[in-house]
């Protein structure tokens, strides 16, 4: 019983190699994390506003649609195709947990310890990429997004100790109104939004289609239409019930309605998609 079960998760990737590796990338990202955490006590100052608390959000949900990724492909593709390592998901976990903690109380020092522990995990990746010259799409992805989100928070909530003092008023740029008159969201989404979502929605049907082996010029224009109204519909179902019950309970409608309707989009969008990807993949 034990062989059997020591096969089994050997064939998902999980062997002493794949687990001493992922134990030595933990350790060198908790190592770089130290190390930075110390200088950006040092040298920088950092805002607790709504961008950190965007930012702890949008980590999550890229971190735990990496995991997610991870779980299916070592599930669903055949057993001798590479996949993403089932291995590194204690440090996913792990990483998730401290930016939830950032979504909920965006603390100066918990604000530091989330940023630097991402660039931690991408100087190690870097580094583990260099040696073992392994890489994957999902990787790349994963480097672009919280590189972006790194550039994201520097920007609306981290300044230089030396550019705070210097700077012609005490008030950083990013300094919120306490104040600000909140503009109450409407039931529905303007035109701008509409347009963007049918035509995000049409590029990811043809996506869909070139992954599932069919040229974009051969794919019938209905079989496109048919996948993008079944995506919106997809997602105005799932809006429909928290923004419904949020409205009986306080009489008026969900704050930050188009950012909850663009959430669901993508979550829809990675559950159309992503059974075309495993697809592609079986067929390399």
């Known amino acids: 019983m034990q062989s059997v079960l020591t096969a089994l998760v050997s064939t998902r990737g999980l062997d002493l190699e794949s687990l001493g590796a992922a134990y030595l990338f933990l350790l060198g990202t908790i190592a770089f994390t130290i190390a930075g955490f110390a200088l950006s006590r040092a040298h920088l100052v950092i805002t607790p506003n709504r961008a950190a608390r965007h930012y702890g959000l ?97 920007y609306h909530s981290i300044s230089t100790k030396r550019g705070f003092t210097k700077a012609r008023s005490i008030y950083i740029g990013s300094k919120e109104d306490a104040q600000e008159r909140k503009i109450p969201q409407r039931p529905w989404l303007g035109l701008p939004q509409w347009v963007a979502l049918i035509v995000s929605s049409g590029a990811l049907s043809m996506l869909n289609a070139a992954l599932a082996g069919n040229g974009i010029m051969s794919v019938p224009a209905l079989a496109i239409m048919i996948e993008s109204i079944a995506m919106l519909a997809t997602t105005a179902a799932v809006c429909a019930v928290p923004a419904t019950t949020y409205w009986l309970a306080h009489r008026h409608w969900m704050p930050e309605l188009t950012r909850f309707v663009w959430l669901v989009w993508l979550v829809v969008g990675f559950a159309f998609t992503y059974g075309n990807f495993l697809q592609s993949l079986d067929r390399i």
Do not use: C, K
């Open 58 to 154: 949008y980590v999550v949900m890229v971190l735990a649609s990496l995991g997610i990724a991870s779980v299916l492909e070592n599930q669903l593709i055949p057993e001798q195709a590479t996949t993403l390592d089932y291995a590194l998901l204690p440090q996913l976990l792990l990483l998730i947990t401290i930016h939830l903690w950032i979504y909920y109380d965006q603390q100066p020092w918990l604000v530091a310890v989330g940023a630097v522990s991402i660039a931690a995990s991408l100087l190690t990746f870097a580094i583990w990429v260099a040696i073992s010259q392994t890489v994957q799409i999902a990787h790349w992805l994963l480097l672009i997004f919280l590189s972006g989100l790194l550039g994201y928070l520097w």
